[in-house]
């Protein structure tokens, strides 16, 4: 028997002696990414605590994690994106994880040959300890960066008040974007793949648009989002409503002030048109006797004079 066969045979025992009690979980084993960008591949890991050497709990302890690319079992002297032995790892390719429980690896700036199945290998102070599953994920890299809008809505006609999410999407992923958002040709603040508009006024009409932070060629397709003002069959929300009552107080007050105004003018012309025969009522309302008098005395002094003129 070779070697290399001894070796490979040996492996697949620890592996599958390991495989009681220690696990490595992928919570998703296949996802797309665009080039260019990043992508984590999250990944949970439970060692062997200890192992029975002929009754003996031998203790172990994980000395070594590594990921490959495309390789079974990710062994000996496979090569590897990350060892943790290693200190020349390519620094596209970060361990977020940890010795004991995470080893989740994010990959940068993904290219084209990153389209593989990664596995994640731990290495304990013990070869029992040593666990691979084979399992891995596959990573498949698309090379179109088409990125697309898509609505929470189907309408793309939205009435007041409604709330849609723009989610701002690649071919293959939905998470993990970073984005740069547009409305109208001008950047939004957010960034993230998910765009929520609250309580829509006309304000948030207009054409959006989204690209990748990094890489501003993969500009979407403009999505024109439209706010009709009161189109929709739905109540006008609680602002709309005040404003309605509001409008009806003030015409109410409008009405109440217009319609004093017009009895008030109304009086005031019947004061004007009944000026003379208030005056003489008034002149009439002057003590009888004075007003003789006076008519008396201006009629005598009319009188005097008039004769006394007329005299002369
Ligand atoms: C291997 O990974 C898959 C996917 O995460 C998981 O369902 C399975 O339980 C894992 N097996 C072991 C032995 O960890
Ligand atoms: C990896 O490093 C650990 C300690 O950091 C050491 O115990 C182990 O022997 C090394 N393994 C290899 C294959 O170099
Ligand atoms: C693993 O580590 C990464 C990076 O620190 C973190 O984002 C992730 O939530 C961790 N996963 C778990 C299961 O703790
Ligand atoms: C949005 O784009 C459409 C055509 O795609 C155009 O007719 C419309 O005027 C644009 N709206 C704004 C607010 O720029």
């Given at each position: 028997m070779a070697v290399w066969d001894k070796n490979l045979l040996w492996s697949f025992m620890f592996l599958l002696a390991g495989a009681v009690g220690q696990t490595v979980i992928y919570p998703f084993t296949s996802t797309c990414a665009v080039r260019g960008s990043t992508v984590t591949l999250p990944c949970t890991f439970t060692p062997l605590k200890s192992f029975s050497d002929g009754g003996r709990e031998v203790p172990l302890k994980i000395v070594r994690v590594r990921w490959c690319q495309?390789?079974?079992?990710?062994?000996?002297s496979t090569p590897s994106v990350f060892d943790s032995n290693s200190t020349n790892n390519d620094p596209r390719y970060q361990y977020l994880g940890d010795m004991k429980t995470n080893c989740t690896l994010q990959i940068r700036d993904v290219q084209q040959g990153d389209s593989a199945t990664f596995r994640f290998r731990m290495e304990a102070d013990h070869p029992e300890g040593h666990f691979t599953n084979t399992t891995g994920v596959t990573v498949r890299v698309d090379d179109s960066t088409k990125i697309i809008i898509i609505s929470s809505s189907d309408d793309k006609k939205l009435s007041r008040g409604e709330t849609v999410t723009l989610l701002c999407a690649s071919v293959c992923t939905f998470h993990q974007l970073e984005v740069t958002w547009f409305k109208d040709g001008h950047g939004l603040s957010e960034t993230g793949p998910s765009l929520h508009l609250y309580s829509l006024t006309a304000e948030d009409s207009g054409n959006y648009t989204c690209a990748l932070k990094k890489n501003m060629k993969t500009l979407s397709e403009p999505y024109s989002l439209q706010e009709e003002a009161g189109a929709g069959g739905n109540l006008p929300p609680i602002p709309g409503v005040v404003f309605v009552v509001l409008l009806a107080v003030i015409a109410l007050i409008l009405f109440i002030i217009k319609s004093i105004l017009v009895t008030f003018t109304a009086t005031f012309k019947n004061k004007k048109t009944n000026r003379k025969p208030a005056e003489l009522w008034r002149t009439s309302a002057t003590p009888p006797s004075t007003s003789h008098r006076k008519n008396r005395r201006a009629g005598t002094w009319a009188r005097a004079r008039t004769p006394s003129s007329t005299r002369q």
């Amino acid at each position: 028997m070779a070697v290399w066969d001894k070796n490979l045979l040996w492996s697949f025992m620890f592996l599958l002696a390991g495989a009681v009690g220690q696990t490595v979980i992928y919570p998703f084993t296949s996802t797309c990414a665009v080039r260019g960008s990043t992508v984590t591949l999250p990944c949970t890991f439970t060692p062997l605590k200890s192992f029975s050497d002929g009754g003996r709990e031998v203790p172990l302890k994980i000395v070594r994690v590594r990921w490959c690319q495309n390789h079974e079992i990710c062994q000996g002297s496979t090569p590897s994106v990350f060892d943790s032995n290693s200190t020349n790892n390519d620094p596209r390719y970060q361990y977020l994880g940890d010795m004991k429980t995470n080893c989740t690896l994010q990959i940068r700036d993904v290219q084209q040959g990153d389209s593989a199945t990664f596995r994640f290998r731990m290495e304990a102070d013990h070869p029992e300890g040593h666990f691979t599953n084979t399992t891995g994920v596959t990573v498949r890299v698309d090379d179109s960066t088409k990125i697309i809008i898509i609505s929470s809505s189907d309408d793309k006609k939205l009435s007041r008040g409604e709330t849609v999410t723009l989610l701002c999407a690649s071919v293959c992923t939905f998470h993990q974007l970073e984005v740069t958002w547009f409305k109208d040709g001008h950047g939004l603040s957010e960034t993230g793949p998910s765009l929520h508009l609250y309580s829509l006024t006309a304000e948030d009409s207009g054409n959006y648009t989204c690209a990748l932070k990094k890489n501003m060629k993969t500009l979407s397709e403009p999505y024109s989002l439209q706010e009709e003002a009161g189109a929709g069959g739905n109540l006008p929300p609680i602002p709309g409503v005040v404003f309605v009552v509001l409008l009806a107080v003030i015409a109410l007050i409008l009405f109440i002030i217009k319609s004093i105004l017009v009895t008030f003018t109304a009086t005031f012309k019947n004061k004007k048109t009944n000026r003379k025969p208030a005056e003489l009522w008034r002149t009439s309302a002057t003590p009888p006797s004075t007003s003789h008098r006076k008519n008396r005395r201006a009629g005598t002094w009319a009188r005097a004079r008039t004769p006394s003129s007329t005299r002369q």
